[in-house]
């Protein structure tokens, strides 16, 4: 009797953590923001259909480099608009048994657009889901642009 077998291996990749270069703004050093980003990075893997494991030889190193919410207003009278953007850029590596293998950047952004009669602005805030889905869409660039 003679059986025959097929295998074939999986890479297994671990999320290593996210480092946070961002210098100026309200999120600069955050270490909440950083494991925030490696939770969605660990979602969107499993979404690309990557497994994860803690043992893995290979990583995935995020670094953030740039966060901004760019404010524009326009008013007439008593009628205004006022439009968010906001921006976020980061950086994904793979590494191999401690040698680079892959590096890219991606840029993520979240608009919101509001318009009133009476405009009431506090000025300096930014929107807690624009940065949620900001990054988001740069954790999804990341992965798809590694091509896992």
Known sequence: MFVSTIGF?????????????????????????????????????????????????????VTLLYFDVKKTATQLAVYGKTSDVTEIIAQAEIIVDGKSKKKVTAKGEAKSISTATLIIDKGGKFSQTDVSTALKKVCEQLIEKLKL
């Open 9 to 61: 291996s999986q890479d297994l990749y671990k999320i290593a953590d996210v480092k946070n270069n961002i210098v100026l703004g309200p999120l600069a050093g955050n270490r909440d923001l950083s494991f925030g980003v490696k939770n969605l990075l660990e979602e969107v893997v499993q979404d690309y259909g990557v497994d994860l494991s803690p043992d893995a030889t290979s990583e995935i190193q």
